[in-house]
Nanobody, 115 residues
């Protein structure tokens, strides 16, 4: 059974930082790409960042230079380091992976950027 469990969200002031973690089980983690998505109230869920099984990364333009996605294959965990946070980064952040033809999501973690 594939499970993705996010943690690390919270309330932070503009300009602050948070580090999200997504612990996985039930897959051979090192074989699969991982991604972070986010969904703000009333909006669709959008891709934020992704990392391939080989470590190549991609980011949506709005977070380039501020967010860093990384993975630790020894811990079956993917991270999202978020710096210089802005109010518009407020959303529920979800971890994601695709195994063959099936997509898996975590339960999400709330990130709120507000003074």
């Amino acid at each position: 059974q594939v499970q993705l469990v996010e943690s690390g969200g919270g309330l932070v002031q503009p300009g602050g930082s948070l580090r999200l973690s997504c612990a996985t089980s039930g897959i051979i983690f090192s074989d699969f790409a991982m991604a972070w998505y986010r969904q703000a109230p009333g909006k669709q869920r959008d891709l934020v960042a992704a990392v391939t099984n080989n470590g190549a990364t991609q980011y949506v333009d709005s977070v380039k230079g501020r967010f860093t996605i990384s993975r630790d294959n020894s811990k079956n965990t993917v991270y999202l380091q978020m710096n210089s946070l802005k109010p518009e980064d407020t959303a529920v952040y979800y971890c994601n992976t695709k195994v063959i033809s099936r997509t898996y999501w975590g339960q999400g973690t709330q990130v709120t950027v507000s003074s």
